[in-house]
């Protein structure tokens, strides 16, 4: 199998060709070599600029790789006049690929030059290569791959970033891989300060048809200050529902305040809930997955579990969902006797001591 690893340079001092990485960009940098220190790699290609070159530079060392530079990686460039409303000028151009600005390329142009350079790598002998290039230009191949991945997704992008491409059998698969230490992470409570990053969580969900978990997420949140007035309603036992008890709800975010994931806690159960949905319910936005952030979720649930005065906590998984069933374990959880609902499916239940 082939695989390709493209990087989104590190942090760096500014935009022109000749800016190198920040001291923090430079420990970046050295992360990233480290990050890669048990995975194979045959060649190293970078667009010329100095920060992607520089973001590369310890892992070509250690590997004792040389760094081909390619201009055909360089950054795409919107346009060579001073535009005030980029930032809308640049939403545009992920939504027609063909709009060109004076002195710029479009969409197109710039898609067709990273191509290139994909199809000499894939026609190469060697298994294993890192492309380092910048976010625009990153964006525009993934979307290549994956349509849906436009605008929003490219706002999200870290410095640095990193996605494996896999190809095997003519097919091209890629997944986001964790760049950023999970020590990072942390649970706050619903806040409207956040509003543009949550419609950004729940759209994602909402494009990938998948079920939205917790439930809380399901909700609609074009009014933007009701829903977190409602949750916080939630919290305090106000205006529930015949039969629920009050519940609090919290976001996982990360150093950048980019919404990873959700959970909400029932402060006692139901019978309902004692079958098939628990103290806990979580879930990791899908662009985040497999990245170990729903075992840091659950973990610092269980601590906000613990302030809520609840003492035994139980959490439950359909039995097909294996990765939920290594994240309650890993925590802690104990296997009770399991739940068959109407249909058939199968509710595993555990219970962890806190």
Same mark, same amino acid.
């Given at each position: ?80 006049q001073?535009?005030a409303?980029w ?13 060109k ?23 190469? $002998? ?93 909700k ?21 529902? $015949? ?22 806690i ?26 170990g ?44 006797s ?17």
């Open positions: 199998m082939k695989k390709i690893y493209l990087i989104r340079h590190c942090e760096a001092e500014g935009q022109p060709a000749e800016a190198p990485l920040t001291d923090n960009g430079f420990q970046q940098a050295n992360q990233l070599s480290e990050f890669f220190r048990d995975i194979p790699i045959d060649r190293i290609i970078s667009s010329p600029y100095k920060r992607a070159v520089q973001t590369v530079e310890p892992l070509a060392k250690r590997m004792n790789l040389e760094i081909e530079k390619n201009e055909l990686l360089t950054e795409r460039v919107l346009s060579s001073n535009l409303d930032l809308v000028k640049l939403r545009a151009t992920f939504d027609d690929f063909e709009l600005f004076e002195g710029g390329e479009s969409s197109s142009e710039a898609k067709k030059r990273i191509i290139t350079v994909m199809e000499e790598v894939l026609k190469s $002998e060697k298994l294993n290569t890192v492309i380092v290039t910048h976010g625009n230009l990153l964006s525009l191949l993934l979307n290549h791959y994956q349509h849906q991945f436009g605008f929003e997704d490219w706002r999200s992008l870290k410095n640095p970033d990193v996605f494996l491409l896999k190809i095997q059998d003519g097919t091209v698969t890629y997944e986001r891989l964790l760049m950023e230490s999970s020590d990072h992470l942390s649970l706050i409570k619903p806040t409207i300060e956040l509003k543009d990053e949550y419609l950004s969580f729940y759209k994602e969900w909402v494009d990938s048809k998948e079920d939205m978990v917790p439930w809380v997420i399901q609609d949140p074009s009014d933007f200050e009701e829903m977190v007035q409602f949750l916080k309603d939630n919290e305090q036992g106000h205006n529930l529902r $015949e039969g629920w008890v009050p519940d609090s709800t919290f976001w996982l975010i990360n150093q950048d305040k980019r919404i990873v994931g959700a959970v909400n029932r402060h006692q159960l139901t019978p309902f809930l004692l079958n098939r949905g628990g103290h806990i319910g979580y879930g990791i936005r899908p662009s985040e997955r497999r990245k952030f729903a075992t840091k979720l659950l973990s610092l649930s269980i601590e906000k579990a613990k302030e809520l005065g609840i003492r035994k906590a139980l959490v439950v998984c359909d039995e097909d969902n294996t990765g939920s069933f290594k994240t309650i374990i890993n925590n802690g959880g104990i296997p009770d399991d739940f068959i609902e109407e249909d058939g499916n199968i509710v595993k239940r555990f219970w962890i001591e806190l």
